[in-house]
C-alpha cells in the first residue's frame, strides 16, 4: 500500500483544522482538550515538541493551579469516557427497562416558598383574604400555623430538600381529623364533609390567589423526570448530570453511530467476546482479584462467564425483525464447571436456505405516459402493473389526451431480485375483441439501491406501431425489511461456497441477535442460492487480487480453513459492505480503510462529498480529540471506579432536582445504571456499597434519605457478604468486605445519631414512616449475619442509650428555645414561676408531639419511651424545684402549676404515679394539707364573725355569712378536687376531711341560726299585728340552704365507704338540721297560736253571768237608739284574719290550722256549760270559717281540714246558731256556719 505524501496530509488537515474551528465557535471554546489534542497528535505522529522555557522557580500558586486544571482535565475526561458508555446503552438497550412502579415523588418547597406560604396563612389568619371560615376552622389554622409552620424543625427539614407540599397537607389532615372527631355530631351534616370542606379551604389559603387555570409554561426537564424518558429525554439528562456539553454529545452520538441499531448490536456482541476472552485470559494467568476464600478463585470465573451467558441470551430474546424467520441460533451451552459461549464448528448448527426469508415492501406509483400518438384522443387509455409471481393491479382509465394518472400499487414479495412489469393498454372497439390492446410495456429489476424518485421510461412497443417514442414516468421504491443489513452487486470467490469468480446479488442477513449470513440470489427466486454463514470469520480490506478481472474496490472474509474474496464496484459501496460485515461477524478489529484520503485527493474529489458519514464523522471525532473515547475498549475500562463516578453525578443531579426524592433515583436513571451494570459487569455488592457510601454523606450533612432505601442497597450487600444470596452462594472480595463493614460501621453512627434526634431528622412524623424504617434498618445494621437476628436485649438497649441522649437533647433545645437559663438566675419569684409554667407547657407539648407522631415507630418499645419521658421530666425537676424554693411561704400561686403537670401525667398510663410524679406529689402535699389547715381556720372564724354580726337580710338563698360559708366550703372542695390527686388513699383523704369540715361547718351555722331565731320570737309580740319579718325568713332559707349544700358538700362519692361511723355522722348533721327546722316552725306556730289565744281571751269578756258582759250588752242596745252602732266582734274577727292571710303567704303548714283549731275547741270546752254571746258567736262563726277556708286554699288536705277537733267546733257553733236564731230572732245578722262560703271578704 501507498504512504500518502506531507503534502497530501497537511491539505487533508487544514480542511478538518477548519471544521473544528466552526464547531468550537458553535459551542465553546475548550483550550486544554484542543491541548490535549495537539499533544496526542504529535505523539502519533512521532516528533517531540521542544520543552518551553520555564522560570527556575515555580511558585505555589502557580503549581496549585495546575494541579487544579490537570484534575479538572482528567475529571472532564472521565466523565466524557463514562458518557460514551452512557451513551450506548441508551441507544441500544437489552437488559434493563425504565420501572413503572417506582411511587411519584413530590416537588420539594424551598426557603422563599415556605416563607410565601407562612404569609397565606398569616393573612388569613388576619381576615386579609375572601375565604369563609367559621371559629372551629379558624382555631385549627391557627394551632397549625403556630405549632407547625412557624417551627424551626419545619424549616430545617425544607432546607434539607425533604419536604413537599404533600407534607404539609397531611400533616393538618391529620391535626383535623382529631379535632373534628371531638366536635359534637350536627344533623344533616356529617364530619366527612366537615373534613372535606376544611381540607378544600386550606388548599385554597395554601395556593394563594394563584390562578390554576393558568396556562403552564413547558416543563422543564427536570420536572418530567419521574415519568418514563424517551432516548432524547434521557441523552439531555446525563448531559447534565456529566457536564458534557451539546456540541460534544452530537459528535459523539454520530461516530458511535448511535442512530444505527446494527452498529450497536455489534458492539454489544464484540463486548461480550471481549469479556469471555478477558475471564478466560485471567483464569490462564490466575490473576485473580483477592477474595475472602481461596476456594472463590475459580466461582469467580463461572460468575463471569455465566453473567456474559445471561447477557447474550437476553440481547438473542430481542426480536430481529416482525416478518423475520423465527429460526434463532442455540448458542448457550452450558457444563457443571464452567457456562460460556460455545464457538463450536460450523457442523453443529448450520442454517438451511429455508431458514433465511426475506419480506420485501415495493410501492409502484405511475404518474403519466407521454408520446402516444396512436391512439385517438378520446379513447381510454389505462396501464397495469405487476410483480412477476403476484398480483396485478390496474390504475384509473383516462383519455388518451391526457394520459395521468398519479396511483400508487404497493406490493409484498419475497424476491430480492423482483421482476416488475408496467403495461399501457387501450380499450377494444370491436365487437368480437376478448382482450384490450396493448400498446406498449416496460421491465423493471428494482433493488432496494435502486433509485426511488420518478423517472422516464422507454416503453417496448409492437411492431408497426406508432408510437417509438413511447416513454412512461414511474417510480418504484423496494424497501428492506430490517433483518436485512446490506444488498448488492459483488464479485464473490470461495472455497466452499462461491467457488467461481462471478457478479452476484447478495443480501447480508440477520436471522437472529447471534446469527448472520451472506446470501446470494438469483431473479425471481425468494430462496438463495447459496449462503455462508459468518460466524467465525473476521473481515478486512484487501488488495486487488492478481487474475482476478471485474470489480475494483476488494475485501475478503476469513476463518481457518476458508477465505472468501469479495469485490465491489466503488470503495464507498465497499466501505458500506465492511462495516455491516464487521458488524455482523462482531469482531474486535476494526477494519481501517487503505490509503482512503490518499486516493480521493489524488483524483481530486471532495473528501467531504465523496466519502462515507460514518467515516467523516470518524476523522471529525479524531481531530477533535473524541477518539480515544470512542476508541477505548470496554473490556479494559476499569468500570468499578467509572460507574462509582457515574453513579456519584447522578444522584448528585437527583439531590438537586426539583422533586424530594429522599435518595431514589428517577425510573431512567435507575433505568440507565441498571443497563450500565449489567452491561459492563459492575458488580451488585459494589454498586449497592458505592451508593451506600453516597447516601450515607448525604445524610451525614443533614440531607433527608429515605431509610428504606437504606434498608435495601445493605441488605443487598449484607447479604452478599454473609453468601446469602437468594441466587446462592457468590464471591466476595476483600474488598468489598473491608467497605462492607467501614459503611456498616457509619451506618450504625448515623443511625443511632438520627434516633437522638428524632424529633429533628423525622419532624412531625415527616417524612411518614421513616422512623419507623430507621429502627428497623438498625436493627439490621446490628445482626451479626444476615440469617442470625439480633437479640430483643440488644436492640432495647441500644435503643434506650439513644433515648437517654434524646431526653437531654430534647430539653436542652427546649430551654434554649425557651430562654429559662437567665431568667432562673435573676428573676423575681413571680416571674421564675410564671417561666417554669411556661417551660411546662412547652414540655407537654413536646412530649405530647412525641406521642402523636413517634409513638407507633417505638411500639415494641414503650416501657423505653417512658423511660426517656422520665428522664426528660427529671430535667425539668430541676428546674422547677429551683423555682418553687425561690417561693415565699404560705404561697399558693404555685398550684397552677402541680395541675397542669399532674392533668398530664395521671393520663399517661406510663407516667402516672412514676418518679417525677411521685416527686411532684411529694413536694405538693404539705402544700395541699397546709392550704386545707388554713382554710378550715378561716371558714371557722368567718362563721364565729360572721353570725355575731348578722343582720339577717336576703342574699340569695340565705343570709351574708351562709352565702360566704358555702361558697368557701365549694370553692375549697372544687379546688382539691380539681388537683385530680392521683395517689387514691391521699385523694380519699382529703375528701373524706373536707366533708367531715363541711359537716362541722354546715352544723355550726345551723346551730347559730337556731339561737338567732329564739332570741327573735321571744322579742316578738302577740298581738294580732304581728307579721313573720323578712330576717326569719332568711333563716328559714338558711336551714333549707344548708339542708341542700349539705348533699352536695358532706356526702362522699358513690363508691367511697368509711364505715357505719361515717354514715352515723352525716345522719347527725341531716338530723340536726331537720330538728331545728320542725323546732323553729314549732315555734313560729306557738306564736300564731298565742295571737289566737288572745283573741280568745279577748272573746271571754263577752262570757254569760260576768258583769262586764251585761255592761257591754246594755251600752250597745243603748247606743242603738240613736245611732247605727257598728257589730261588736266583726272588727276583731277580720283583723284576726287579716293577720292569718299574711301570715299564710310566708307559711304554709298544717299545724298551724290543726293547733287553731285546738285553741278553739278548749276554749269552747271550757264554756260547754254557757250558752254563747250573740258577739262571741258571730266572731267564732267568722274566723272558723275563713281559717277553714284559707286553709284549703293553701293546699291542705281535706283530712287535715275535717278532722275531729273541727267537726267538734263546727258541731258545737251549728247548735248555738240554732239557739240564738229561735230566741233572738235574726240577730245574727246573716252570719251563719251554713253560709259562711258565700260571704265576701
Known amino acids: 500500500m501507498l504512504d500518502p505524501s506531507s503534502s497530501e496530509e497537511e491539505s487533508g488537515d487544514e480542511v478538518l483544522e477548519q471544521e473544528r474551528r466552526d464547531v468550537l465557535l458553535a459551542g465553546s471554546q475548550r483550550s486544554l482538550p484542543a491541548q490535549g489534542r495537539d499533544s496526542r497528535n504529535e505523539r502519533r505522529s512521532g516528533t517531540a515538541r521542544p520543552a518551553s522555557p520555564s522560570p527556575a522557580v515555580i511558585s505555589e500558586k502557580e503549581k496549585e493551579d495546575q494541579d487544579r486544571l490537570q484534575r479538572e482535565e482528567d475529571e472532564r475526561r472521565t466523565r466524557l469516557q463514562i458518557y460514551v458508555f452512557v451513551l450506548r446503552c441508551i441507544a441500544y438497550p437489552f437488559n434493563a427497562k425504565q420501572p413503572t412502579d417506582m411511587s411519584r415523588r413530590q416537588q420539594k418547597l424551598n426557603r422563599q416558598q415556605l416563607l410565601t406560604i407562612k404569609e397565606r396563612f398569616q393573612a388569613f389568619l388576619s381576615g386579609e383574604t375572601q375565604i369563609v371560615a367559621d371559629e372551629a376552622f379558624c382555631n385549627a389554622i391557627r394551632s397549625y400555623f403556630e405549632v407547625f409552620l412557624k417551627s424551626d424543625r419545619v424549616a430545617r427539614l425544607v432546607q434539607s430538600g425533604g419536604c413537599s407540599a404533600n407534607d404539609f397537607r397531611e400533616v393538618f389532615k391529620k391535626n383535623i381529623e382529631k379535632r373534628v372527631r371531638s366536635l359534637p355530631e350536627i344533623d344533616g351534616l356529617s364530619k366527612e364533609t366537615v373534613l372535606s370542606s376544611w381540607i378544600a379551604k386550606f388548599d385554597a389559603i395554601y395556593r394563594g390567589e394563584e390562578d390554576l387555570r393558568k396556562q403552564l409554561p413547558r416543563m422543564h426537564l427536570n420536572a418530567v423526570s419521574e415519568l418514563i424518558l424517551s432516548k432524547e429525554q434521557l441523552y439531555e439528562m446525563f448531559q447534565h448530570i456529566l457536564g458534557v456539553k451539546k456540541f460534544e454529545h452530537q459528535l459523539l452520538y454520530n461516530a458511535c453511530q448511535l442512530d444505527n441499531a446494527d452498529e450497536q448490536a455489534a458492539q454489544i456482541r464484540r463486548e461480550l467476546d471481549g469479556r469471555l476472552q478477558l475471564a478466560d485470559q485471567m483464569a490462564k494467568e490466575r490473576k485473580y482479584p483477592k477474595f475472602v476464600a481461596k476456594e472463590m478463585e475459580i466461582l469467580y470465573i463461572e460468575e463471569l462467564k455465566s453473567s456474559v451467558n445471561l447477557l447474550m441470551a437476553n440481547l438473542e430474546s430481542l426480536p430481529v425483525s416482525k416478518g423475520g424467520s423465527e429460526f434463532k441460533l442455540q448458542k448457550l451451552k452450558r457444563s457443571q464447571n464452567s457456562s460460556f459461549l460455545d464457538i463450536g464448528d460450523e457442523n453443529d448448527t448450520q442454517l438451511s436456505k429455508s431458514d433465511v426469508v426475506l419480506s420485501f415492501t415495493l410501492e409502484i406509483v405511475i404518474i403519466e405516459v407521454q408520446g402516444l400518438r396512436s391512439v385517438a384522443p378520446n379513447r381510454i387509455v389505462y396501464c397495469t402493473m405487476e410483480v412477476e409471481g403476484g398480483e396485478k393491479l390496474q390504475t384509473d382509465q383516462a383519455e388518451a389526451s391526457r394520459p395521468q394518472w398519479g396511483t400508487q400499487g404497493d406490493f409484498t414479495t419475497t424476491h430480492p431480485l423482483p421482476v416488475v412489469k408496467v403495461k399501457l393498454f387501450t380499450e377494444s372497439t370491436g365487437v368480437l375483441a376478448l382482450e384490450d390492446k396493448e400498446l406498449g410495456k416496460v421491465v423493471l429489476y428494482p433493488t432496494p439501491n435502486s433509485p426511488k424518485s420518478p423517472e422516464l421510461h422507454k416503453m417496448i412497443v409492437p411492431k408497426n406501431s406508432q408510437d417509438s417514442e413511447l416513454r412512461i414516468k414511474l417510480a418504484v421504491r423496494m424497501d428492506k425489511p ?121 483524483k481530486g474529489g471532495n473528501l467531504h462529498t465523496d466519502m462515507p458519514m460514518s467515516q467523516l464523522n470518524s ?131 448515623l443511625l443511632e445519631n438520627q434516633i437522638v434526634h428524632f424529633r429533628y431528622c423525622f419532624p412531625f412524623g415527616r417524612p411518614e414512616g421513616a422512623l419507623k424504617a430507621t429502627l428497623s434498618l438498625l436493627e439490621r445494621v446490628l445482626m451479626k449475619d444476615i ?362 303548714d298544717k299545724q298551724w290550722y290543726t293547733s287553731s283549731m285546738k285553741a278553739i275547741c278548749v276554749w269552747l270546752t271550757d264554756r260547754l256549760d254557757l250558752q254563747l254571746h250573740m258577739y262571741q258567736l258571730k266572731t267564732l262563726i267568722r274566723i272558723v270559717k275563713k281559717s277553714y277556708r284559707d286553709f284549703r286554699l293553701q293546699s291542705v288536705l281535706e283530712g287535715t281540714l275535717n278532722n275531729k277537733t273541727y267537726e267538734t267546733v263546727y258541731n258545737r257553733l251549728t247548735v248555738e246558731e240554732a239557739t240564738v236564731s229561735v230566741t233572738n230572732g235574726s240577730d245574727l245578722q246573716g252570719i251563719s256556719m251554713r253560709d259562711s262560703d258565700e260571704e265576701e271578704g
Open 482 to 602: 430490517p433483518n436485512t443489513k446490506h444488498c448488492g452487486y459483488l464479485y464473490a470467490l470461495g472455497q466452499k461456497v462461491w467457488k467461481r469468480w462471478k457478479r452476484r446479488y447478495f443480501v447480508l442477513v440477520q436471522v437472529s441477535q447471534y446469527t448472520f449470513a451472506m446470501c446470494s440470489y438469483r431473479e425471481k427466486k425468494s430462496e438463495p442460492q447459496e449462503l455462508m454463514q459468518l460466524e467465525g470469520y473476521t473481515v478486512d480490506y484487501t488488495d486487488p487480487q492478481p487474475g482476478l478481472t471485474g470489480g475494483r474496490a476488494f475485501f475478503n472474509a476469513v476463518k481457518e480453513g476458508d477465505t472468501v474474496v469479495f469485490a465491489s464496484d466503488d470503495d464507498q459501496d465497499r466501505n458500506i459492505w465492511v462495516q455491516a460485515m464487521c458488524r455482523a461477524t462482531g469482531q474486535s478489529y476494526k477494519p481501517v480503510a487503505p490509503t482512503l484520503a490518499q486516493k480521493h485527493n489524488f
Open 619 to 749: 476523522e471529525r471525532t479524531q481531530k477533535l480529540g473524541m477518539d480515544e473515547f470512542i476508541a477505548a475498549d470496554p473490556c479494559k475500562c476499569m468500570h468499578t471506579a467509572l460507574f462509582q463516578v457515574l453513579q456519584k453525578q447522578t444522584l448528585q443531579h437527583r439531590m438537586n432536582d426539583s422533586f424530594s426524592c429522599l435518595g431514589w433515583f428517577s425510573p431512567g436513571q435507575v433505568f440507565v445504571l441498571d443497563e450500565y451494570c449489567a452491561r459492563y459487569g459492575v458488580r451488585g455488592c459494589h454498586r449497592h456499597l458505592c451508593y451506600l457510601k453516597e447516601l450515607t454523606e448525604y445524610a451525614e450533612n443533614s440531607a433527608v434519605i429515605d431509610p428504606t432505601l437504606l434498608h435495601y442497597s445493605f441488605a443487598f450487600c449484607a447479604s452478599h457478604v454473609h453468601g446469602n444470596r437468594p441466587d446462592g452462594i457468590g464471591t466476595v472480595t476483600t474488598e468489598e468486605k473491608e467497605q462492607f463493614e467501614d459503611i456498616k460501621s457509619r451506618l450504625l453512627s
Open 787 to 1148: 440469617s442470625t437476628p439480633v437479640l430483643p436485649d440488644d436492640m432495647k438497649k441500644v435503643i434506650r442509650k439513644c433515648l437517654e441522649k434524646a431526653a437531654l437533647i430534647n430539653y436542652s433545645r427546649l430551654t434554649e428555645y425557651a430562654k429559662i437559663e437567665d431568667t432562673m438566675n435573676q428573676a423575681a419569684p413571680a416571674k421564675k414561676l410564671e417561666d417554669v409554667m411556661r417551660l411546662g407547657e412547652l414540655c407537654i407539648e413536646v412530649l405530647q408531639q412525641n406521642e402523636e407522631h413517634h409513638s407507633e415507630a417505638f411500639a415494641w418499645w414503650p416501657e423505653i419511651m417512658a423511660e426517656h419521658a422520665e428522664i426528660f421530666w427529671s430535667l425539668y425537676a430541676v428546674d422547677m424545684d429551683a423555682s418553687l424554693e425561690a417561693q415565699p411561704q404560705d404561697s399558693w400561686d404555685s398550684f397552677p402549676l402541680f395541675q397542669l403537670l399532674n392533668n398530664y401525667l395521671r393520663n399517661d398510663t406510663l407516667l402516672c404515679n412514676g418518679k417525677f410524679h411521685k416527686h411532684l406529689q411529694d413536694y405538693f402535699i404539705p402544700l395541699v394539707i397546709r392550704y386545707i389547715d388554713l382554710m378550715e381556720s378561716s371558714i371557722a372564724q368567718s362563721i364565729h364573725r360572721g353570725f355575731e354580726q348578722e343582720t339577717w337580710q336576703p342574699v340569695n338563698n340565705g343570709s351574708t355569712t351562709s352565702e360566704d360559708l358555702f361558697w368557701k366550703l365549694d370553692a375549697l372542695q372544687m379546688f382539691v378536687c380539681d388537683l385530680h390527686w392521683p395517689e387514691p388513699e391521699f385523694a380519699q383523704h382529703l375528701e373524706q376531711r373536707l366533708k367531715l369540715m363541711a359537716s362541722d361547718m354546715v352544723e355550726a351555722s345551723v346551730k347559730r341560726t337556731r339561737i338567732a331565731f329564739d332570741a327573735k320570737m321571744q322579742k316578738a309580740n302577740k298581738s294580732t299585728d304581728y307579721r313573720i319579718s323578712p330576717s326569719v325568713c332568711t333563716m328559714f332559707n338558711v336551714l333549707m340552704d344548708a339542708k341542700k349544700q349539705c348533699t352536695k358538700l358532706c356526702v362522699l362519692d358513690a363508691g367511697q365507704e368509711f364505715g357505719k361511723q361515717w354514715q352515723q355522722y352525716h345522719s347527725k348533721t341531716d338530723d340536726l338540721i331537720e330538728e331545728a327546722f320542725k323546732e323553729m316552725i314549732s315555734l313560729l306556730v306557738s306564736k300564731f297560736v298565742a295571737v289566737l289565744e288572745g283573741v280568745l281571751a279577748k272573746l271571754s269578756r263577752y262570757d254569760e253571768g260576768t258583769l262586764f258582759s251585761s255592761i257591754l250588752s246594755f251600752t250597745v242596745k243603748a247606743a242603738a237608739k240613736y245611732v247605727d252602732v257598728p257589730n261588736p266582734g266583726m272588727d276583731l274577727a277580720d283583723t284576726y284574719i287579716t293577720f292569718v292571710r299574711q301570715n299564710q303567704d310566708i307559711l304554709r
